[in-house]
């Protein structure tokens, strides 16, 4: 029997989802910290969803070997609160793993409180510095998404059969965006690129014409967004359009979402929109899967929210399932991990960690989309 138990927190609403055996002492907790509010929630919410509909499914299908709690957190977006979350879910609520915070700036923040407190963070981010092994938190911290290094490769050796040689980038002002540049300029020299101009703005920002008429003043022939967050990289197209910018647009996985594909106009179709899947337009069959829980739940698929939120938790649960009943800690979760490789999850691609390799998912999740008239159509 479900039980859904509200708890008034600091500052803080925390909702815990209880399995069957959820009150028993053996039952495992999980924390779950995302952006559910701020900028970050046009992917945060979805991820939450996706993974309490998942939640569901594994228990009515017999999946769990043992009780599962999940206590969800919001980190607003914010990385003081993104460290204040997981200081609550651990000293309080005694978690062993957090699937979360919700974006690599948070991430960041939180990973030496995971050091500290030994407890795994499952980060649903590409920004490459989360498993950095420069990091002292590093053991602590697990990528259950491709990374950036391999998303800029994927959508700029795209770019590069267009023949363009002079590219401009448009970035959020987030750990993000900036690792992102990098990655252009160094991913995109090796193919024969050049990054001329690179522009940015915060997440809020929604006048963007100074940035996309600098773009069009360099001259350049591609554009490549690294973007999350799905009104910002609306407002830039706009922009572009409004200055005459025409050069083909590229944009990383963070932008592959209903929300920003219909938020814009058929001007801009064409678009190449890097993916993690296809959920709400051409998923594959787990994929559908997760598609059809969603709907069930009275969701309308988002994006690759939804399948990195799964990712986290379908991580959580083969660490969970694969212990058996032995007492279960953060030390013995982050050991875990660790081991596994090629356990069930909804997203394409083989999931796989290692001591040496904190980063999950690879070049098999992810596909190239083109926007055709607000939807994310599959090259390949």
Known sequence: MRRLVSLVLPAVAAVMLSSAAALSAEAVKIGVVLSLSGPAAVFGIPERDAILAAMEKLKADGKLKRGIDLVIYDDKTNP????????????????VAIIGPGTGGNILAAGPL??????????????????????????WVFRVAPSDRVDVKVILEDMAKSKAKKIGVFFQEDAYGKTGVDF????????????????????????????????????????????????????FVKAANQVGLTAPAYANAGLAQRSFAESVGSDVDGLRVLSIGNLPYDPSDGEAELAKLLKQAGKVPQGWGELVGTNGLMTVVAAVNAQGDKEIT???????IEGLCGYLAFARGKPCFSKDS???????????????????????
């Open 80 to 95: 003081t609160e993104a460290t204040r979350m997981v200081t609550q879910a651990i000293s309080n609520d005694k978690v």
């Open 114 to 139: 995971a050091l500290r407190m030994q407890v795994p963070l499952l980060g649903p981010a590409g920004t490459m510095a989360i498993t950095d092994h420069k990091n002292e938190f590093y053991p």
């Open 184 to 235: 252009a300029k160094e991913i995109g020299a090796t193919l024969g690129m050049e990054v001329v101009e690179t522009v940015s703005a915060p997440y809020a920002a929604t006048d963007l014409t100074a940035q996309a008429t600098r773009l069009r003043n360099a001259g350049v022939e591609a554009v490549f967004l690294q973007v999350s967050i799905s009104s910002l990289g609306a407002s």
């Open 330 to 336: 953060g030390v013995s979760m982050r050991d875990t």
């Open 358 to 380: 904190h980063d999950g998912w690879a070049e098999d999740s992810l596909v190239i989309t083109e926007l055709r008239n607000k939807e994310l159509k599959t090259r390949r």
